[in-house]
């Protein structure tokens, strides 16, 4: 089972993601839970204020801290062991191996950040990781929150039904995923590769992991030296498997 706790100024935000798809299922399905709590609910005064202006000037405003660490509080007060992940630009890159690095826990709280970002204090002090879905800057970390809780999500053994489609995916290998085709053989005069229809499944897997490296040299050379060593060391594996 799944625990995600979303603190989030925009709860309404998050009203359909979980109403469709694989999270509809899972939460159908008791796999997978998913609480969203108004960081303004824990602000003290009577105008539920969460942002202030930042100490040494500067533009816009900056969240408070007081409302996000009773929020944060509140969500692990039921003692399950919580990984506590504050959303924001300068944070840690968030990948793949980091997800399945993170498909170990099983309990999350979510900090959604907006306006100029969140007191220093917060991820300093309040959090275990200080994470960033890009190179590029949102107006929220709600759409990141979202991204992280269905990458992870997807890694966790009975999210996903068919879990052998996760092996071929991009990233897990290393390496982009290699093109797909289905019906119809023909689509508007073009064909699917022949080899697909050859029912050869030596030359399929072949012709799978050429496209697939053929690809990421062309789109991704930045992850070849990565795939290079998953491949180094799944031989190395694969010879230590043979001699023992
Ligand atoms: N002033 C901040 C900066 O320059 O680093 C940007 C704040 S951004 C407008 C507001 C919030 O959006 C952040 O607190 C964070 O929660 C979220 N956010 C924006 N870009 C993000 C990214 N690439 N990854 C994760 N969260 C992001």
């Not at 300068?90 to 970002?117: P, T």
């Not at 982009?176 to 399929?204: A, C, M, W």
Request: with cysteine; glycine share 6%; aromatic share 10%.
């Amino acid at each position: 089972m799944l625990h995600f706790k979303i603190l989030t100024i925009f709860p309404k935000y998050f009203a359909s993601p979980f109403m469709d798809g694989l999270l509809k299922q899972a939460i159908r399905s008791g796999v997978l839970s998913v609480d969203v709590q108004d960081i303004r609910d824990f602000s003290r005064d009577k105008h539920r204020t969460v942002d202030d202006t930042p100490y040494g000037g500067g533009a816009g405003m900056v969240m408070k801290p007081e409302p996000i660490v009773a929020a944060i509080k509140h969500a692990v007060e039921d003692n399950r062991s919580y990984r506590v992940i504050v959303f924001s630009p300068k944070g840690k890159k968030f990948d793949q191996s980091a997800a399945r690095r993170l498909s170990r826990h099983r309990n999350f709280v979510l900090v959604c950040g907006r306006y100029e970002g969140i007191d220093e204090r917060v991820p300093a002090f309040y959090a275990d990781e200080e994470l960033s879905i890009g190179d590029y800057v949102l107006s929220g970390g709600e759409a990141a929150a979202l991204v992280f809780l269905e990458s992870v999500a997807r890694l966790v053994p009975g999210f996903v039904g068919n879990e052998e489609s996760l092996v071929s995916e991009s990233y897990e290998n290393g390496l982009l995923e290699y093109p797909q085709y289905t019906k119809p053989k023909t689509f508007e005069g073009h064909d699917v590769p022949p080899v697909l229809l050859s029912g050869n499944h030596r030359e399929i897997e072949q012709w799978r992991s050429e496209q697939s490296l053929k690809l990421t040299e062309q789109r991704r050379p930045d992850l070849l030296d990565a795939a290079k060593k998953y491949h180094h060391n799944s031989k190395t594996m694969e010879t230590r498997e043979k001699t023992n």
